[in-house]
């Protein structure tokens, strides 16, 4: 058997390392959110606010946000889209896992032999969320805007009825990265969530106490989305030296 030479392979492993992008270090802070409506293309900017204000209405003696406060979070300014990055400040957010259950089968009284085993269910819808905490501002794009976007998919339901009256989003998320030859932000992973809805925010707890030395970060948001996409260097460069 041939003998293995161990310099080549290290040589081999730093060149590929140090002179390639592909096989670079990537940054993990450098990375950006877009949440666009899916009746953004179809009916403006304010198409999906003007069906999570109608429903909010039915909720109005235990929740209700001022037309004049809705309308600073949903104007044409603070619409979230690629564009512009809208009134609000993602500070983290946690890309869901994936994984499937794994069962035994066999006979019993088999002695010292194993038992096979066998694919069982995948994870849950809730398991597989997306989770996303905001940075809290003075207008609240939490509880002024995604709170009243999950009363109003409760009432109004998640069976799809075409992008005119969706209540619905796409999420997507975009990690950056090192200088690629004259590319100072490129795009190293980009990951899609389609069909997307608000469905948790938890309870929070005023008290008497000394101002955070941190930014305040608003409670976290819990997504479902009905589809996943993920696309590993979207801009289609790939073996740039």
């Known amino acids: 058997m041939a003998e293995v030479n161990q310099n080549s392979l290290v040589t081999n492993f730093l060149d590929l390392m140090g002179g ?18 899916d009746t953004y293309d179809t009916g403006g900017p304010d198409a999906l606010f003007e069906i999570i204000k109608k429903y909010t209405q039915i909720d109005a003696h235990n929740f209700f946000v ?7 979070l949903l104007n044409d300014n603070t619409q979230p889209k690629f564009d512009g990055l809208g009134l609000y400040y993602a500070q983290s957010i946690k890309l869901p896992k994936e994984a499937f259950s794994v069962t035994g089968a066999g006979l019993d009284n088999m002695g010292g032999y194993l038992k096979g085993f066998v694919g069982s269910d995948r994870m849950g819808v809730s398991e597989r969320a997306v989770h996303i905490d905001f940075l809290e501002t003075n207008l609240d794009f939490v509880y002024g805007l995604i709170r009243p976007w999950i009363i109003a998919a409760g009432y109004r339901g998640l069976v799809n009825t075409g992008k005119e009256n969706s209540i619905k989003c796409t999420i997507t998320v975009q990690e950056f990265t090192r200088e690629r030859d004259y590319d100072l932000k490129p795009t190293r992973l980009m990951h899609t969530f389609e069909g997307c809805v608000p469905i948790d925010v938890p309870d929070r707890t005023l008290k008497y106490d000394s101002e955070p030395s941190e930014a305040p970060v608003a409670a976290g948001v819990t997504w479902m989305y009905e589809k996943y996409r993920y696309d590993a260097d979207p801009s289609n460069s790939r073996n740039n030296r």
Request: charged content about 10%; overall charge neutral; glycine content about 0%.
């Open 66 to 72: 001022p037309t004049s406060v809705q309308n600073k």
């Open 20 to 37: 390639y992008w592909d096989y670079n270090i990537p940054l993990t802070t450098q990375w950006a959110v877009a949440i666009v409506p």
